[in-house]
């Protein structure tokens, strides 16, 4: 897109003059690297200097903190009994299925973002991205590497194995089975990442939260077979030298995550800074950067529970580093503010709140297919076992009765450390498993659950979310989600004023997600057509420029919000204005939407059925008469009002009903000029599509109303 000087002053008006400073020099850096390759040196001396206290290892001498890094690294701790009964009670189809994919992995066969297995090779080629074939040459610095290139593809392929999230499938299948070969996986491929990326060489060192994140996997699954008395020697040079690159990595750059990036990032590579200033006893880095998540938090948790980023891919994401926060509390001696608990945990009862029953929730926002921590054997979609163990980690108990999700509190709740000179622990030694710990004599996955945590003020009911525009309906077996947010930090989608139907557990109407950063059809889902919304002849709702930088933010405002009724009103720089109130009554959601062009006499418009007091008109099952006249309507441009359905779609003589499995879970009826499908798709894992049904409906006038008819839930 060619941006003009109204743009560039917008840019500075949304994302502030700090912001744009922050950018250029961060952009400025990275051009002064590849042009003089010396200047690499100023970022890790002066003011960037890591004076990391160091073992001895690759040709490095040890330092005045010699050993130190060895006791630090050994500290972290897990309730191996427990884990060890949750992982042997599951299913027989559970076990099979974890096996497999830890079998899989040690072939360097790995399910990458929670969906599809991509074969990186045996040895794992870390620099390859499977999908295309294309290797990234080694020989080239990171800052040399472009983020997008056709040829070689989506970057995320390449560094999905990096993360090393697939090294907890080895942890739990030894866990399950005792067979030592998962810890020779682990060491084998720990060697190797080190051995095949060079410091500050090739892909895996462009971005500081993927470092954060490896530090973290790698380390947290050192520990479990550190625990079970399988670690060598070199195994902890080797995560001595991992933490050592990584931690380097973000204190060189962090600068602009915390200054310019702002989000899911920013918390990932303060993990991370916590962790190697925790290993290597630098105290007043450790102190700083605890200070800053705690304004981070603070900054990118909403007092209502919403997530900043607005996405709840990102705000699992941002609740599975907390858990890693709240569990080496303990250990590093700092914590987080309690407000900032209080913060997490209302993140936690937010997406408890917007739950199916299986879990899962609205596909709102980013999706790159971020399970960070995968330590349980709940599907992708399940957003059950973060919720638990964020209630676990701040209240002390559960929203829920028992179930598979448990586990991943197990891996995040205080562990129990053992004593000097005792075995690693009595479950398992460097023997291997003893008989009492077999399947029939542990305990089922589910014994640590004592109390069941649902307070009153936590049945899943109508909420609202103001503060980061969510608007929740719920009757029976129907949620209906609204979206409008009044931006003050950089949304991902156009999204404004979309509607989520959900009906019996099937999610009726549904977002399109994500696919892709870098390919043409990620881009598009971005977009205002691929969302259940209004969507303008050409034009969109915001203005966009690159893969991310989206800007021209819409005016909003929240007309009523209650239990049974919204009505909300955006008003784009593109020059038009939406307005829709929906209502729901019985089994019925009447939604109207209204249009009208913006120009530079815009008159203040009121809401559209509603009286000027905020009280609903009696408007269900009728059609109201457009009143531009009296609401200062302008004329309205050509406009499409848009859902998309993964359900099947039949006419009927009112409309279409939407059927799933040979039900009808609802009907659509309009009094637009014309109501019409075409073939769609959606994404609900990374890199992953499948086809749905867009339904668009061209209005005669400048105000279209469309009814919903729920279907009654029947037995069978």
Not at 464 to 473: A, K, L, R, T
Not at 570 to 590: T, W
């Amino acid at each position: 897109m060619d941006m003009r000087a109204g743009d560039y002053l917008q840019i500075i008006k949304e994302y502030h003059i700090s912001w744009l400073c922050w950018r250029l020099l961060y952009v400025g850096k990275i051009k002064l690297l590849c042009h003089v390759a010396q200047a690499e040196r100023f970022f890790k001396t002066g003011h960037f200097s890591l004076k990391i206290r160091y073992s001895g290892r690759h040709g490095k001498k040890g330092g005045p903190g010699d050993g130190d890094m060895d006791s630090r690294l050994d500290m972290l701790s897990f309730d191996l009994r427990s884990l060890q009964a949750c992982v042997r009670g599951l299913g027989e189809s559970d076990q099979e299925r974890l096996l497999r994919q830890a079998g899989q992995a040690a072939e360097g066969k790995i399910t990458a973002f929670s969906s599809r297995i991509l074969d990186y090779g045996s040895p794992i080629r870390w620099n390859v991205n499977p999908v295309t074939g294309c290797p990234v040459d080694m020989r080239l610095k990171w800052y040399e590497i472009p983020d997008f290139d056709p040829k070689r593809g989506d970057i995320k392929v390449i560094w999905e194995a990096s993360r090393l999230t697939h090294f907890y499938a080895f942890a739990r299948a030894y866990l399950l089975t005792g067979d030592e070969r998962y810890y020779r996986a682990f060491s084998a491929q720990l060697g190797s990442w080190l051995e095949r990326n060079p410091s500050g060489y090739g892909p895996n060192y462009k971005c500081g939260q993927e470092c954060g994140l490896r530090m973290i996997n790698a380390w947290m699954v050192y520990s479990i077979f550190k625990e079970c008395g399988c670690i060598s020697p070199g195994d902890k040079r080797n995560m001595e030298e991992l933490i050592r690159r990584c931690y380097r990595k973000i204190c060189s750059d962090f600068f602009y995550a915390h200054r310019c990036i702002r989000n899911n990032h920013t918390l990932s590579e303060l993990c991370g800074m916590i962790l190697g200033a925790w290993c290597f006893r630098e105290e007043a880095r450790l102190k700083k950067a605890y200070r800053w998540l705690n304004e981070e938090i603070r900054r990118q948790f909403f007092a209502d529970g919403g997530y900043r980023q607005y996405s709840y891919t990102y705000q699992r994401l941002a609740l599975q580093l907390m858990e890693f926060v709240l569990k080496i509390e303990p250990i590093t001696g700092h914590g987080l503010e309690n407000g900032n608990r209080e913060r997490l945990a209302k993140s936690a009862a937010m997406l408890y709140q917007l739950q199916n029953e299986d879990g899962d929730v609205p596909n709102y926002g980013s999706n790159d297919g971020a399970l960070i921590f995968p330590v349980h054997s709940c599907s992708y979609r399940d957003f059950r076992p973060v919720v638990d163990g964020i209630m676990k980690g701040i209240k002390g108990k559960s929203l829920y009765p028992p179930g598979a999700y448990e586990e991943e509190a197990l891996w995040f709740l205080p562990g129990k450390s053992s004593a000097a000179g005792e075995p690693a622990h009595p479950l398992v030694n460097k023997s291997g498993f003893s008989a009492r710990s077999s399947r029939s004599d542990a305990p089922g996955p589910n014994h640590m659950q004592k109390e069941l945590w649902r307070p009153a003020g936590l049945e899943r009911k109508s909420r609202i979310y103001p503060d980061c525009g969510c608007y929740m309906m719920r009757r029976g077996n129907m949620m209906a989600v609204l979206y409008q947010q009044s931006f003050d930090s950089r949304p991902a989608q156009m999204d404004q004023l979309h509607l989520d139907l959900w009906v019996q557990g099937v999610n009726v109407l549904c977002d399109s997600g994500t696919y892709s950063y870098a390919e043409e059809e990620g881009k598009k889902l971005a977009l205002t057509g691929s969302h259940n919304t209004v969507k303008v002849k050409g034009t969109e709702q915001m203005r966009k420029n690159g893969a991310f930088l989206i800007y021209g933010w819409p005016r909003s405002k929240i007309l009523a919000a209650d239990e049974n009724w919204f009505c909300g009103r955006m008003v784009s720089v593109n020059g038009y204005a939406h307005q829709r109130d929906v209502s729901y009554k019985g089994q019925r959601i009447l939604i109207r939407d209204t249009v009208e062009v913006i120009g530079r006499n815009e008159k203040k418009t009121g809401c559209a059925g509603c009286d000027p007091g905020g009280k609903k008109s009696q408007m269900q099952g009728k059609k109201e008469e457009h009143r531009d006249g009296k609401y200062g309507f302008g004329p309205f441009s050509e406009y499409r009002v848009l859902f998309h359905t993964p359900c099947k779609v039949r006419k009927n003589e009112d409309g279409l009903d939407l059927l799933w499995e040979g039900n009808v879970l609802a009907t659509l009826k309009s009094d637009s000029r014309t109501i019409k499908t075409k073939p769609c798709y959606r994404s609900l894992f990374y890199l992953q599509k499948e086809n749905i049904t867009e339904i668009y409906m061209t209005p005669g006038k400048g105000e279209t109303v469309t009814e919903i008819v729920i279907a009654e839930e029947t037995d069978g």
